[in-house]
């Protein structure tokens, strides 16, 4: 069954702690993104990532950092130097350029800082 | 820099009645358009793209390049529309821009 993993569902940080929320998918689409909801604010960029080894920033990209080693996954870590981190994850990949170009989102990870 | 305007955060309408949610967009070059839907406990998903001139779930989409809008319209709402509603942009590359969001409730 072909998709998109969140992983976890649910994270607590304590401040000043970095975590890292994971993104898998077996679809095998070359790009991939990581976006943050926020009630009122929509959608917003954080990191995407159109090719293995190679990521760029969004629009929102302080305070976190990511890595792109495999295709398959795109990992995200919100650091301590992220002020804000208390939000809803959302990761999604692309398959550019094809005829049924959308993205395809996971269920998402609820960060909350404690 | 492109961006896109929901102006309703909320819009609520009886079930029969006709829906439009409202996009609006800025973007200097030729875009392309999408409405992501995301029902309760779901994940979002692609509802229309404005390049397929489709019909999804009785919803219809025109793009006006005059006015830069993209609204979303359904002559008559159902219950099970219910949801929050985004309006997205493609500039260039693979990115998209997304709206606030419209949190639409039919109700019965």
């Known amino acids: 069954d072909g998709g998109i993993t969140q992983s976890p569902k649910y994270l607590f940080r304590k401040e000043g702690q970095n975590v890292t929320l994971s993104c898998e998918q077996n679809?095998?689409?070359?790009?991939m993104y990581w976006y943050r909801q926020d009630p009122g604010q929509g959608l917003r960029l954080i990191y995407y990532s159109q090719i293995v080894n190679d990521f760029q920033k969004g629009d929102i990209a302080e305070g976190y950092s990511v890595s792109r080693e495999k295709k398959e996954s795109f990992p995200l870590t919100v650091t301590s130097a992220q002020k804000n981190p208390t939000a809803f994850y959302l990761c999604a990949s692309s398959r550019p350029g094809t005829d049924n170009y959308g993205y395809t989102f996971g269920s998402g990870t609820r960060l909350t800082v404690v | 820099a492109q961006r896109v305007t929901q102006p309703e955060k909320l819009l609520s309408v009886f079930k029969g009645a006709p829906v439009e949610l409202k996009c609006n967009y800025s973007y200097s070059g030729s875009p392309e358009l999408f409405w992501y839907v995301q029902y309760s406990r779901q994940r979002l998903q692609l509802l229309l793209r404005h390049i397929s001139r489709e019909s999804i779930k009785g919803f219809t989409a025109d793009l006006n390049k005059g006015e830069t809008s993209f609204h979303l319209k359904k002559p008559f709402a159902q219950e099970e529309d219910s949801a929050m509603y985004y309006c997205a942009l493609k500039a260039s590359g693979s990115r998209l821009t997304f709206g606030e969001g419209t949190q639409l409730t039919v109700n019965p």
């Open positions: 679809l095998n689409h070359d790009a």
